[in-house]
């Protein structure tokens, strides 16, 4: 059996020959983290947004890739969109986008083999567009009260989850996501049989036995797109299970993560 401690060292030495990677390249790595919400009553707009960017800003400045944060959808064209290799959107939620334009440009990058990550609330924007929904992996449709519950690690060798334990406890919003699409890789998975929730058996009811998908990624469209439920709280991105977690996804989304861990020697 593998002990905690190699299997930490192992991760950290495959980070760092990736940030080593990312240091030499001729052209400078980006990333977009892009924070718009619609504003206006009844529109939630989570208060981790600073938290969040600072928390990518400091991956990038650890693992070298430079971090651009906007919440300006002007920066939605093909010129600008060109210059990163994931677009980040960090609980962002409802409409998102100005005009039809900016949606094409950044249909445009991920068909160009554009990368990107969806964090927390990201399932909740653009809820009348089927393709976003594709793209992201689901819908928003509800969460139960605020709990703690348990989350079962689906995939240990990948980049984004190989430093969690099998299980772990976490207190968050569980969020349920519909129209998903098939063939998402799950990552981390909520455990349900548990989870103070009436409305379950509504749904998801049996969809995915005694579990929900809280994480994944997945191709689609030509480019790469890692997702995950988890940080709503402000203290979520100071904790390295998630700090960790985002960083292993932005790595695969820009294209420069192993998708398996190399066997430990």
Known sequence: ?????????????????????????????????????????????????????????????????????????????????????????????NEIFDNEDQKAAFQRYIRGGGGFVGVHSATGAMRNWPWYWALIGGKFLRHPKMQTFTIKVKDATDLSTAHLPPTFQWTDEFYYVDHMPDGLHVLLAGDLTTLDDPQKEKYPGRKFGDEFPLAWRHEFDGGRSWYTALGHKIEHYSDPKLTRHLLGGILWAMGTAPQRKPAAQ
């Open 1 to 93: 059996m593998i002990s905690a401690a190699v299997k930490t060292s192992g991760l950290s030495v495959i980070l760092c020959l990736l940030a080593g990677s990312l240091l030499a390249a001729d052209t400078p790595r980006r990333v977009l983290v892009y924070t718009k919400n619609e504003k206006g009553a009844g529109k939630y707009v989570h208060d981790n947004l600073a938290a969040s960017a600072e928390a990518i800003r400091k991956l990038g400045a650890e693992h070298g890739f430079a971090v651009e944060v906007s919440e300006d959808a002007g920066v939605f064209t093909d010129q600008n969109l060109k210059r990163y290799q994931a677009v980040v959107f960090s609980n962002v939620n």
